[in-house]
């Protein structure tokens, strides 16, 4: 096994420890730990760190590639320093004993104490980073980043100096917002309750209040960000400044947008769904919303003429040629999952306290699995034993964190589960076991594994042999699929990495499908049998 | 000029979102933000696929 595998899990390990020992909540919010070391910076500086570490990792995989392979290949190829090993682990140990002191009621109250904390996870990190790789080759990594390193200070500096200058920007906003809705629904309603002292809209039936966050602002700061990237990542393809436009219309788009959600939102309620308005629609289709104007503004941007370089042939027919077009493999790979995902937004923003459209991701997935059938059949499904026998270990680690951390998962059904009629609530139960077990794994193996795997690996990820995956990439779809998986996030990464092990090892994306297959069987079945609801 | 530009405006994204996760808004619900910001990305890596293979 690579030693950097054996690094990284051991790493995996410690957060699994941490995660046991530690009330992170608990332990942020703690006085002791606020008063000495945080204080009036403590956060914004932590927020800048964050910033910064995200924005430096980014920049250097977009703009020092190669940098980051040589790194890889020297720190591979460095033996293992089991001093380094041995004093990170030692800090560690210290760490963990010290954590729970900070926020424990009848703790020490040493002033000395969150300083040695900080002092400590400071040591840690550092030790960590000399075990993973020798001091030499991080100084040659951080020479050959060049000022990517102050490209990513700077903007982390100014994000944090001006994110409360979004702050004044709030009440002129909902002044707006507020107007624009009632514009909007007098056409519908005709008996408008307007009370602007509390900036409520109203009928007889239902009323919304249009708090400043509900101006819409931090959606626009996204789409801001989103845009930026996506010109800045194509900007071979676009002309400047014409492109710029893109960033204007985007935001005065997703504002308008915004204001017919919340007239929708009205609709919706004095309709008499107030369950849906509320616990449904409100959410999701913000959303939805966000969604649609950037993934929209991306399509269109690339056909308006003026804002590109070259812009694109059509489809077919150039100079009376019938050109074959070539299949999307990212489509293949990722279709299934985003098509799950698509309807999963959709389900919701249509039922209110309990998921009754749960079924729509089957028709999702199916239908797109059936689109690019020719390519599924041409993929190599084999397996072994190892997939359900990987499944049930997943399954047993799963469980085991489960009542670690949250403790007993039995529970009752939902209440709207229990009170339908048997029919609606087997086929319910039928298509919830379903998706689990056939759907998702397929999905999320195709996107997780046959793709994320091999692309975070190298860009020609249809040729790669999965057996030839770096460890980085590994880690980084591991941890992408825990962070799919919400409040079980660990659980998720540690799946993951399992799920990969089984896929690397021949190349058989069989494996990692039925071992998750498998691992989601045998949840359904504690489900069903044992009454562990929390685990749905 | 178009580079500074472009970095200002990942700045001011940056700080909108930063101040984001700083209240409670249901429009941004966090509960959602994953499975939302994965759809997004997956679609956006289509599209540049489906480009390129054109």
Same mark, same amino acid.
């Not at chain 2, 909108?16 to 996760?21: E, N, P």
């Given at each position: 096994?690579?030693?950097?595998?054996?690094?990284?899990?051991?790493?995996?390990?410690?957060?699994?420890?941490?995660?046991?020992?530690?009330?992170?909540?608990?332990?942020?919010?703690?006085?002791?730990?606020?008063?000495?070391?945080?204080?009036?910076?403590?956060?914004?500086?932590?927020?800048?760190?964050?910033?910064?570490?995200?924005?430096?990792?980014?920049?250097?995989?977009?703009?020092?590639?190669?940098?980051?392979?040589?790194?890889?290949?020297?720190?591979?190829?460095?033996?293992?320093?089991?001093?380094?090993?041995?004093?990170?682990?030692?800090?560690?140990?210290?760490?963990?004993?010290?954590?729970?002191?900070?926020?424990?009621?009848?703790?020490?109250?040493?002033?000395?104490?969150?300083?040695?904390?900080? @002092? $400590?996870? *400071?040591? /840690?990190?550092?030790?960590? %980073?000399?075990? +993973?790789?020798? =001091? #030499? &080759?991080?100084?040659?990594?951080?020479?050959?980043?060049?000022?990517?390193?102050?490209?990513?200070?700077?903007?982390?500096?100014?994000?944090?100096?001006?994110?409360?200058?979004?702050?004044?920007?709030?009440?002129?906003?909902?002044?707006?917002?507020?107007?624009?809705?009632?514009?909007?629904?007098?056409?519908?309603?005709?008996?408008?309750?307007?009370?602007?002292?509390?900036?409520?809209?109203?009928?007889?039936?239902?009323?919304?209040?249009?708090?400043?966050?509900?101006?819409?602002?931090?959606?626009?700061?996204?789409?801001?960000?989103?845009?930026?990237?996506?010109?800045?990542?194509?900007?071979?393809?676009?002309?400047?400044?014409?492109? @710029? $436009?893109? *960033?204007? /219309?985007?935001?005065?788009? %997703?504002?308008? +947008?915004?204001? =017919? #959600? &919340?007239?929708?939102?009205?609709?919706?309620?004095?309709?008499?769904?107030?369950?849906?308005?509320?616990?449904?629609?409100?959410?999701?289709?913000?959303?939805?919303?966000?969604?649609?104007?950037?993934?929209?503004?991306?399509?269109?941007?690339?056909?308006?003429?003026?804002?590109?370089?070259?812009?694109?042939?059509?489809?077919?027919?150039?100079?009376?040629?019938?050109?074959?077009?070539?299949?999307?493999?990212?489509?293949?790979?990722?279709?299934?999952?985003?098509?799950?995902?698509?309807?999963?937004?959709?389900?919701?923003?249509?039922?209110?306290?309990?998921?009754?459209?749960?079924?729509?991701?089957?028709?999702?997935?199916?239908?797109? @699995?059936?689109?690019?059938?020719?390519?599924?059949?041409?993929?190599?499904?084999?397996?072994?034993? #190892?997939?359900?026998?990987?499944?049930?270990?997943?399954?047993?680690?799963?469980?085991?964190?489960?009542?670690?951390?949250?403790?007993?998962?039995?529970?009752?059904?939902?209440?709207?589960?229990?009170?339908?009629?048997?029919?609606?609530?087997?086929?319910?139960?039928?298509?919830?076991?379903?998706?689990?077990?056939?759907?998702?794994?397929?999905?999320?193996?195709?996107?997780?594994?046959?793709?994320?795997?091999?692309?975070?690996?190298?860009?020609?990820?249809?040729?790669?042999?999965?057996?030839?995956?770096?460890?980085?990439?590994?880690?980084?779809?591991?941890?992408?699929?825990?962070?799919?998986?919400?409040?079980?996030?660990?659980?998720?990464? @540690?799946?993951?990495?399992?799920?990969?092990?089984?896929?690397?090892?021949?190349?058989?994306?069989?494996?990692?499908?039925?071992?998750?297959?498998?691992?989601?069987?045998?949840?359904?079945?504690?489900?069903?049998?044992?009454?562990?609801?929390?685990?749905? | 000029?178009?580079?500074?530009?472009?970095?200002?405006?990942?700045?001011?994204?940056?700080?909108?979102?930063?101040?984001?996760?700083?209240?409670?808004?249901?429009?941004?619900?966090?509960?959602?933000?994953?499975?939302?910001?994965?759809?997004?990305?997956?679609?956006?890596?289509?599209?540049?696929?489906?480009?390129?293979?054109?």
């Amino acid at each position: 096994m690579p030693r950097l595998l054996i690094l990284f899990l051991v790493f995996a390990a410690e957060l699994v420890a941490i995660s046991l020992s530690v009330d992170g909540q608990n332990l942020v919010s703690s006085p002791l730990l606020t008063a000495q070391v945080l204080g009036v910076w403590g956060m914004p500086a932590i927020r800048f760190l964050v910033s910064f570490a995200v924005m430096g990792c980014a920049l250097m995989y977009l703009m020092r590639r190669e940098a980051l392979n040589t790194f890889r290949r020297d720190a591979s190829q460095s033996p293992t320093q089991p001093r380094r090993v041995l004093l990170h682990l030692t800090l560690f140990g210290a760490l963990m004993l010290l954590g729970p002191r900070l926020y424990a009621v009848n703790g020490a109250k040493s002033a000395a104490l969150p300083v040695a904390f900080v @002092l $400590l996870g *400071i040591g /840690v990190l550092f030790t960590g %980073l000399a075990a +993973l790789a020798p =001091v #030499r &080759i991080w100084l040659r990594l951080a020479k050959s980043a060049g000022a990517t390193w102050l490209y990513a200070a700077i903007p982390a500096l100014a994000t944090v100096l001006l994110s409360a200058a979004w702050r004044s920007l709030w009440k002129p906003a909902s002044l707006a917002t507020f107007t624009l809705v009632q514009w909007m629904l007098r056409p519908f309603l005709g008996h408008l309750i307007i009370q602007p002292d509390r900036m409520r809209i109203a009928t007889a039936r239902f009323g919304v209040i249009i708090s400043p966050q509900c101006s819409g602002l931090e959606g626009m700061g996204l789409l801001i960000l989103f845009g930026s990237l996506w010109l800045w990542l194509n900007r071979k393809e676009f002309r400047f400044p014409h492109a @710029l $436009l893109f *960033i204007p /219309v985007g935001l005065v788009t %997703l504002f308008v +947008l915004n204001s =017919v #959600r &919340i007239a929708a939102l009205m609709l919706i309620g004095n309709a008499g769904a107030r369950d849906i308005a509320a616990n449904g629609f409100h959410s999701q289709a913000g959303w939805i919303a966000f969604n649609g104007v950037a993934f929209g503004l991306c399509l269109v941007s690339g056909r308006v003429s003026w804002m590109v370089r070259t812009a694109q042939q059509p489809d077919q027919a150039i100079a009376g040629t019938q050109v074959p077009e070539l299949v999307n493999n990212v489509a293949v790979y990722l279709g299934p999952f985003l098509a799950i995902l698509a309807a999963g937004m959709l389900a919701r923003s249509l039922t209110g306290g309990f998921e009754w459209l749960y079924p729509l991701r089957i028709a999702a997935a199916a239908a797109v @699995l059936f689109s690019y059938l020719p390519e599924y059949r041409a993929m190599n499904w084999t397996w072994t034993w #190892r997939g359900p026998a990987g499944g049930l270990v997943v399954f047993a680690a799963w469980i085991a964190m489960e009542f670690a951390l949250s403790g007993q998962p039995a529970g009752a059904a939902p209440s709207a589960l229990q009170f339908a009629a048997p029919t609606a609530r087997w086929t319910w139960i039928a298509a919830r076991a379903f998706t689990a077990i056939l759907a998702v794994p397929l999905a999320e193996e195709l996107a997780f594994r046959g793709y994320l795997l091999r692309r975070l690996t190298t860009s020609d990820f249809g040729h790669l042999n999965p057996a030839r995956s770096t460890v980085l990439a590994l880690a980084g779809s591991s941890v992408l699929f825990g962070v799919m998986h919400g409040e079980r996030w660990l659980a998720g990464t @540690l799946a993951g990495i399992l799920y990969s092990l089984l896929y690397r090892r021949k190349g058989q994306l069989g494996d990692a499908i039925l071992a998750h297959a498998t691992t989601n069987a045998a949840i359904a079945a504690a489900v069903l049998l044992f009454g562990w609801w929390k685990l749905w | 000029m178009v580079r500074s530009i472009t970095l200002a405006l990942v700045v001011l994204g940056s700080a909108a979102f930063a101040f984001a996760g700083n209240i409670s808004s249901p429009e941004i619900d966090a509960t959602s933000a994953t499975g939302a910001v994965a759809l997004l990305s997956g679609a956006v890596l289509v599209l540049r696929a489906r480009r390129r293979t054109r």
